[in-house]
């Protein structure tokens, strides 16, 4: 699929927030689509993506149907219900969802669908939500993982593989299941940390020292403990079991580093800390 076919899909964008809002403008700005429409049940999302251009047009069900490419850019729960409402699409319409977790996702898409849809995670996002929070560039040069291709016709996947390689982002394939480990350990266990330090100062510190004295590293690892706790407390449900084994490992580290301060073992806490550096020689 070259630039110029790329110009005759018709994109839907189903949840008008951050991700979703973002995702648009991008399609816009690379030309990949002469209409991006979005549908969303929050009337103030609607205005604010009107007001700042992300769609051209707030649409009904009966319309989004009637789209090649349905984007859907809303939380895992909400996808999940919304799925049947494709039944009945045009095989030749593409569906994507930009869930956080994929197996519960993948083991309920309709038998009807399977073929349409292409399961994916882009590996990006900041802390706030709602259109306004829709940025440029969020899209570009990240990471965008595809689960069970081979589970979607070719032409889906060969479609979605184009809009993914028009915005220049960097394709990983994985299956569902090997995803939610390591979006746990990537994504899930960084928020479950960052809400205990901000749970652990706000519980031993007022308010004052807590302005006066936080400094780079505090604001850093607490900054994603603003995102919204009715998203996560959903994320941290459907990947439970891989978040608890991800969160006993981290204890075992921390009771590690507690017994060797205990022990006044400087020597190995200089090693632990030590090999903890080597992550950023990956990154």
Known sequence: MNNSENKQLKFGIVGLGLMGGSFAKVVKKYNLSSSVVG????????????ELNLVECIVEVDELLQCDVIVLCIPVDAIIKFMPTLEGISPNTTVMDFGSTKKLIVDNIPESIKKNFVPAHPMTGTEKFGPSAAIDGLYEGKTIVLCDLDECDEL??????????????????MDSSTHDIHACYISHLPHAISYGLANTVMSHEDPENIITLAAGGFRDMSRIAQSSSHMWTDIFRQNRENLLKSLYIYEDHMKNMRTMLEKEDYESISAWMDKANSLHDIL
């Open 156 to 173: 889906h996947k060969n479609r979605v593989l184009n809009i993914f390689n028009a915005i220049a982002m960097r394709i990983v394939n």
């Open 39 to 50: 549908y969303d049940h929050n009337k103030e999302h609607q205005k604010q993506a009107l």
